[in-house]
Nanobody
Framework: QVQLVESGGGLVQAGGSLRLSCAASVSIFRFMIMSWYRQAPGKQRELVARITIAGSTNYADSVKGRVTISRDNAKNTVSLQMNSLKPEDTAVYYC?????????WGQGTRVTVSS
């Protein structure tokens, strides 16, 4: 059973930075497409960033240039470095892992950006 555990959320002022981390419980992590999603109050969950098995990345337009997703296959972790945070980045951020029909979500970590 795959488990994902996020960490690193918190309260930060606008313009600040946070680094979110997601740890996977299995070694097949390196064969999984990893993504970060977020869900703001009253809004649908949306994709923030994705990194493939080969390391290719894509980002939501709203975060391009401010956010970097990376993975460490040796440590079974995926990270999301967020800079120049804005109040509209406030949301619960979720880690997601996908492989061959397996679709796993973490419990989420809350990010609050104050103006």
């Amino acid at each position: 059973q795959v488990q994902l555990v996020e960490s690193g959320g918190g309260l930060v002022q606008a313009g600040g930075s946070l680094r979110l981390s997601c740890a996977a419980s299995v070694s097949i992590f390196r064969f999984m497409i990893m993504s970060w999603y977020r869900q703001a109050p009253g809004k649908q969950r949306e994709l923030v960033a994705r990194i493939t098995i080969a390391g290719s990345t894509n980002y939501a337009d709203s975060v391009k240039g401010r956010v970097t997703i990376s993975r460490d296959n040796a440590k079974n972790t995926v990270s999301l470095q967020m800079n120049s945070l804005k109040p509209e980045d406030t949301a619960v951020y979720y880690c997601n892992a996908v492989r061959n029909g397996l679709d796993v979500w973490g419990q989420g970590t809350r990010v609050t950006v104050s103006s």
